[in-house]
């Protein structure tokens, strides 16, 4: 009987002196009635966990009952999109769906990895060679050095369900559907509601109820609908008992639990239990859009991964509520907008989004194969339909835009230079030269879950060529010391002093960061010639015994971009300025000047002003995608200072300069 296993817990991530450390550090930063809140909460907590485990543990000895359910994310027979995709787009469904059946299934940046589809094979990180017990989820976790949990959940999102339900739409060929079935039938029996590390956390669980519902809606079988159902209740259960909430943080995760609350009980509104919990998931998903996104669109999470996939999930939430004609409030659908439009604006020339801070690479629903996670031009077509009660008749664009309903649109003008004071994303820009400059904070309210350690950073592109990079994440608990040394300030283009953190983190809390820098802006504005100017200070430092602030200055035209930069101090440290260079540019020494060469491009990085800085050129890791980490250079230059200093870089394009 799986009761008994709740005797010894494994698995369990960080060690029990980590986890109590940063219960410690997260309680004494609160305010009393915070604090009180939060006592209040998790007594309650305990209660609708305790109730959660009885029906979990009722439930986990017989298979799944069937329930019928009523359709609504793809509106009237009427109104029905009929997506058309595009060749590439339907070649990329086909080919993830004839992986499926296979057993092999898209895995982020990992590309496709297969696993044994019966039994514990959906428990099983293939690329790291590890399978997780058949134990009850709260005695189950991530396991830091040894594998990757985030394997088995992706693959337990159930995208490849949606995929496989769009590949029979478009070919009409049977294998897809009853693919289909069968494989979610063996993953509803291998996962019984409560058991195996499908069910670590809420999340999971509510980006798999939403797939249930498109994928049910798009395949039109009566059996994958009826089991749908039976597990779209297991699954509204299990997300109540288990919110990802606490009075002092919420993040993505809560909004994950909400958006799966909506699609749970949106498909069974018939019941009382599915009312209250569209009830409750409509209400709070409202709530945590205008908490979690700040007035000026961007996201509270310090991360352009986080508030990509944050805007994802608020755009599923809301079009769900749309098409259950529930209340939406109009500042809601305002607040989701503004956060598209930092999409546009982040993504500059050659389509892609920086990587500031956090990026896993995760998606939401399987709405349209190869998708490029830091590509958000899908989502911003999507967006048009959150305005709309039904799907529209006449779709165009990329195929997610066309199965949420969006009406055919032009692509929105990007805005050339943009700011959003509310996470600190500055973006400078000018003939070939884009820029954007990180001058916020660690993010979540000082959590710094996804933040990194970028506080005065920048990316660099040249004629739609990126230049000077931000390293990505890599990987999160399979490698503590990889997640470590890209979340570190010597990864970014940045200042380190003395070999400090610019903000503090315990390497064996990889989801925690104290907000050290408090980063302000002191100057953004447009000179008389036309040139944009930021200029921005931290105070990462001053905890040194002798304090040191940090402030930089940007000055970008057409004709380039001028970093300047001064150090505050009276006594003497060690600073190191490193600038990562992105996967294939090169170095190149010439004269009083660096090369940077890339692909026809080349930028030429020169010293304007201050004591002369030696560049060295190291290799560091760099990451496109979650999983998936190469090499690239870094240039790294040494100040030892003895008092206050200043030194200005000039990038500009070359005209006609030779390279090796």
């Known amino acids: 009987m799986r009761r008994a296993e709740h005797a010894d817990r494994v698995c369990a991530g960080p060690s029990r002196p980590a986890r109590l450390r940063r219960r410690i550090v997260s ?43 009523r359709p609504f994310v793809l509106g009237g027979a009427d109104t029905r999109p009929k997506p058309g995709p595009s060749p590439l787009e339907l070649e990329a469904c086909l080919r993830e769906a004839d992986a499926a059946l296979d057993g092999g299934f898209a895995v982020l940046g990992h590309g496709t990895v297969t696993v044994d589809v019966q039994g514990r094979g959906w428990h099983h990180d293939p690329v790291h060679g590890f399978t997780w017990p058949d134990r009850h989820h709260r005695l189950l976790g991530p396991v830091p050095g040894r594998a990757d949990i985030k394997v088995p959940w992706e693959i337990g999102r159930l995208q490849w369900l949606t995929t496989l339900a769009r590949a029979h739409a478009f070919t009409g060929d049977s294998r897809y559907r009853d693919g289909a079935v069968e494989l979610l039938g063996l993953w509803s029996a291998a996962n019984p509601v409560g058991y195996g ?10 980006i798999r109820a939403a797939n249930l519902v498109w994928a049910s809606e798009i395949l039109g079988d009566p059996g994958c609908t009826s089991l749908a159902g039976g597990m779209l209740r297991d699954h ?24 799966g609350l909506v699609h749970a009980g949106g498909a069974l509104r018939h019941s009382r239990a599915g009312r209250f919990w569209l009830r409750m998931g409509g209400i709070g998903l409202q709530r945590e859009i205008l908490k979690q996104f700040h007035e000026d669109g961007s996201n509270f999470e310090a991360s352009t991964g986080y508030h990509r996939l944050s ?21 809601v659908c305002d607040r989701l907008v503004a956060a598209v439009e930092v999409l546009s604006a982040l993504t500059g020339p050659g389509g892609l989004l920086p990587a500031l ?14 998708r490029d996670p830091r590509d958000p031009a899908p989502l911003v077509a999507a967006a048009a339909a959150v305005r709309e009660a039904e799907p529209s008749p006449d779709t165009a664009g990329p195929e997610l835009a066309q199965w949420c309903g969006a009406p055919p649109r032009g692509a929105p003008a990007r805005p050339r230079a943009a700011s959003f004071p509310g996470a600190g994303w500055y973006v400078l820009a000018a003939g070939p030269y884009w820029c954007l400059a990180e001058c916020g904070g660690v993010g979540q309210h000082g959590n710094g879950g996804h933040g ?25 608990t399979p490698d503590p010391e990889l997640r470590n040394l890209l979340r570190a300030t010597r990864s970014h283009a940045t200042v380190e002093v003395d070999g400090q953190e610019q903000n503090r983190f315990d390497p064996a809390l990889l989801f925690t960061m104290r907000s050290d820098d408090r980063p302000r802006v002191t100057d953004h504005s447009v000179d008389g010639s036309g040139h944009q100017i930021l200029e921005a200070v931290h105070e990462g430092y001053r905890r040194l015994d002798d304090p040191v602030v940090h402030r930089r200055r940007f000055v970008l035209d057409g004709q380039g971009l001028t970093v300047t930069d001064h150090i505050d101090c009276r006594a003497p440290h060690t600073l190191v300025l490193s600038l990562p260079l992105a996967p294939g540019v090169r ?74």
């Not at 004494?28 to 006592?39: I, Q, R, T, Y």
């Not at 590390?197 to 509510?206: D, R």
């Not at 660099?460 to 990987?475: C, F, K, M, N, Y």
């Open 311 to 331: 805007t994802e999930l608020a755009l599923l939430g809301l079009l769900a509520l749309r098409r259950l004609r529930a209340p939406v409030r109009p500042e």
């Open 27 to 69: 309680a004494a930063a609160l305010p009393s009635g915070v604090l009180a809140a939060e006592a209040g909460w998790r007594a309650l907590r305990g209660g609708l966990r305790a109730l959660a485990d009885r029906r979990e543990f009722r439930a986990c000895n017989r298979p799944t009952s069937p329930e019928t359910w």
């Open 357 to 370: 801070g956090d990026d896993d690479s995760g998606l939401v629903v399987g709405l349209q194969s190869g």
């Open 197 to 206: 590390p499908n069910w670590v956390n809420a999340m999971e669980a509510g």
């Open 587 to 660: 170095a190149e020494r010439r004269d009083d000047a660096t090369l940077l060469v890339a692909d026809g491009t080349t930028v030429i990085l020169s010293q304007t002003s201050g004591p002369r800085l030696s560049f060295g050129v190291e290799e560091m890791p760099w990451s496109a995608a979650y999983g998936r980490v190469a090499t690239a250079q870094v240039l790294r230059a040494t100040v030892r200072a003895v008092g206050p200093v200043s030194w200005g870089l000039r990038f500009r394009m070359s005209d006609g300069v030779r390279t090796t």
């Open 452 to 476: 990194h350690n970028d506080t005065l950073s920048f990316v660099l592109r040249a004629d739609g060529r990126e230049i000077v990079t931000d390293p990505g994440s890599g990987v999160y």
């Open 236 to 259: 509204g259960w299990f997300i109540v008992g288990n919110l990802e909430y606490g009075p002092r943080l919420t993040s993505n995760h809560y909004l994950a639990d909400l958006v």
